[in-house]
């Protein structure tokens, strides 16, 4: 039976990694998987996670399993550091997933079994899993302008243009913030004019927030996701806790159905509960666990949060460094975009060919499209990539 299967493509940025790895240079960078990393190159478990973990470690009694959707307490955690106080509570149907992948599969799923005949709009570009799953799925995708090669910015008329085809049935996919690949975000007014589109076209918004608290704050970077939420009849929302929380492997997210209806939230619940069910029965719990602890401890939630700040802050000092550096080198202040980008990630604009020579003559690794992660960087690093950069001709 299994000869009937067909090799699937590789992941690109998991060749990338193997490659890096593979490489015996001195020096080396690696600018391009998608993980936070310290000055030292480490991706550290965070304090108030640590502590958690070890509170939990002499608490915990029992590995039973909790609920299809997780354990409630972690929902209304998470539901109040996603939403604050934009929406009712009651109005929220909440699941835990296994990360934020799992809400974004979960998210279509529950899509598709609302509209089989669904439309998603995706940004162009947008995180390469999107078009991956949707593909897998056999969902419609239509590609909307988003990031505009000559500004590094967002091609935001372009992008309106693009998403006012969009109808009721019809899903439009946007990131919370902190965009991935690009770095290039709306800014609230641009935010306000999105919402008021999506109420003009009846499209149902389903936002994508990874990053919350890695690009202006941890209250900021929830804006636009609150604005949107508050603003249209239905949300879906997937949210991640790996990067904010720095617990990658254990796999912890959570997809949000919102409503200004009240009394469609005992459907939706039961819906995601379902979805769980067919999909993987009960979602993962100790992730969720620490992360309900550290939102609902005021000692570690306030140690979690100053240290997440310090990583926000950090990753933009590297940004400001960096793009004063290529002008210092350039004299010219084209790569201002770096310091305005916000999150990991920028994409740089430079052609394949750039990106091969950064690789191959001075062991610098970014992906293919030349998104760089600026957590790999740090303050001795940040030199040498700029002036690699000058050399390869970006």
Same mark, same amino acid.
């Given at each position: 039976?299994?000869?009937?299967?067909?090799?699937?493509?590789?992941?690109?940025?998991?060749?990338?990694?193997?490659?890096?790895?593979?490489?015996?240079?001195?020096?080396?960078?690696?600018?391009?998987?998608?993980?936070?990393?310290?000055?030292?190159?480490?991706?550290?478990?965070?304090?108030?996670?640590?502590?958690?973990?070890?509170?939990?470690?002499q608490a915990e009694t029992t590995k039973a399993y909790t609920g299809l959707a =997780? %354990?409630?307490?972690?929902? +209304? !955690?998470?539901?109040?550091?996603?939403?604050?106080?934009? /929406? #009712?509570?009651?109005?929220? @149907?909440?699941?835990?997933?296994?990360?934020?992948?799992?809400?974004?599969?979960?998210?279509?799923?529950?899509?598709?079994?609302?509209?089989?005949?669904?439309?998603?709009?995706?940004?162009?570009?947008?995180?390469?899993?999107?078009?991956?799953?949707?593909?897998?799925?056999?969902?419609?995708?239509?590609?909307?302008?988003?990031?505009?090669?000559?500004?590094?910015?967002?091609?935001?008329?372009?992008?309106?243009?693009?998403?006012?085809?969009?109808?009721?049935?019809?899903?439009?996919?946007?990131?919370?913030?902190?965009?991935?690949?690009?770095?290039?975000?709306?800014?609230?007014?641009?935010?306000?004019?999105?919402?008021?589109?999506?109420?003009?076209?009846?499209?149902?918004?389903?936002?994508?927030?990874?990053?919350?608290?890695? =690009? %202006?704050?941890?209250?900021? +970077? !929830?804006?636009?996701?609150?604005?949107?939420?508050?603003? /249209? #009849?239905?949300?879906?929302? @997937?949210?991640?806790?790996?990067?904010?929380?720095?617990?990658?492997?254990?796999?912890?997210?959570?997809?949000?159905?919102?409503?200004?209806?009240?009394?469609?939230?005992k459907l939706n619940q039961g819906t995601l509960a379902y979805l769980n069910r067919?999909?993987?029965?009960?979602?993962?719990?100790?992730?969720?666990?620490?992360?309900?602890?550290?939102?609902?401890?005021?000692?570690?939630?306030?140690?979690?949060?100053?240290?997440?700040?310090?990583?926000?802050?950090?990753?933009?000092?590297?940004?400001?460094?960096?793009?004063?550096?290529?002008?210092?080198?350039?004299?010219?202040?084209?790569?201002?975009?770096?310091?305005?980008?916000?999150?990991?990630?920028?994409?740089?604009?430079?052609?394949?060919?750039?990106?091969?020579?950064?690789?191959? %003559?001075?062991?610098?690794?970014?992906?293919?499209?030349?998104?760089?992660?600026?957590?790999?960087?740090?303050?001795?690093?940040?030199?040498?990539?700029?002036?690699?950069?000058?050399?390869?001709?970006?």
């Amino acid at each position: 039976m299994f000869e009937t299967l067909k090799e699937q493509p590789a992941d690109k940025i998991l060749a990338l990694v193997q490659a890096y790895r593979d490489d015996p240079r001195d020096g080396k960078i690696d600018l391009g998987v998608g993980v936070y990393k310290d000055a030292s190159g480490n991706t550290p478990i965070m304090r108030g996670v640590k502590q958690a973990e070890q509170q939990l470690w002499q608490a915990e009694t029992t590995k039973a399993y909790t609920g299809l959707a =997780g %354990d409630p307490a972690f929902g +209304d !955690a998470m539901v109040a550091m996603v939403l604050d106080d934009a /929406v #009712p509570r009651a109005n929220v @149907a909440a699941a835990a997933t296994p990360g934020g992948t799992g809400a974004v599969r979960q998210g279509f799923d529950l899509v598709r079994m609302a509209n089989p005949e669904a439309r998603v709009f995706v940004s162009d570009p947008t995180w390469p899993n999107h078009l991956s799953i949707l593909k897998h799925m056999g969902m419609e995708m239509v590609p909307y302008r988003y990031f505009d090669d000559d500004s590094r910015g967002v091609d935001f008329d372009g992008m309106m243009e693009d998403l006012a085809q969009a109808g009721p049935g019809d899903i439009v996919l946007v990131h919370g913030c902190c965009h991935n690949p690009t770095g290039a975000n709306l800014n609230m007014t641009e935010w306000r004019a999105l919402v008021d589109l999506l109420l003009k076209t009846g499209a149902t918004p389903m936002v994508d927030i990874a990053y919350q608290g890695f =690009g %202006d704050g941890l209250d900021e +970077d !929830a804006g636009a996701t609150r604005l949107i939420a508050s603003s /249209v #009849p239905e949300t879906i929302i @997937a949210a991640s806790c790996s990067k904010n929380f720095g617990i990658y492997r254990e796999r912890t997210g959570i997809l949000m159905v919102v409503s200004q209806n009240a009394s469609a939230q005992k459907l939706n619940q039961g819906t995601l509960a379902y979805l769980n069910r067919q999909n993987f029965s009960f979602p993962p719990d100790h992730g969720a666990r620490l992360v309900t602890m550290v939102l609902s401890d005021d000692a570690l939630r306030a140690d979690w949060a100053k240290e997440l700040e310090e990583m926000r802050t950090g990753m933009l000092a590297l940004r400001e460094q960096l793009a004063a550096e290529l002008q210092r080198l350039s004299g010219s202040d084209r790569f201002g975009f770096i310091a305005q980008h916000r999150g990991m990630f920028s994409r740089l604009g430079a052609t394949p060919q750039q990106v091969e020579k950064l690789r191959e %003559d001075h062991a610098i690794y970014l992906v293919g499209d030349s998104r760089l992660n600026i957590a790999g960087l740090n303050a001795e690093s940040v030199p040498v990539l700029a002036k690699a950069m000058i050399d390869v001709g970006i």
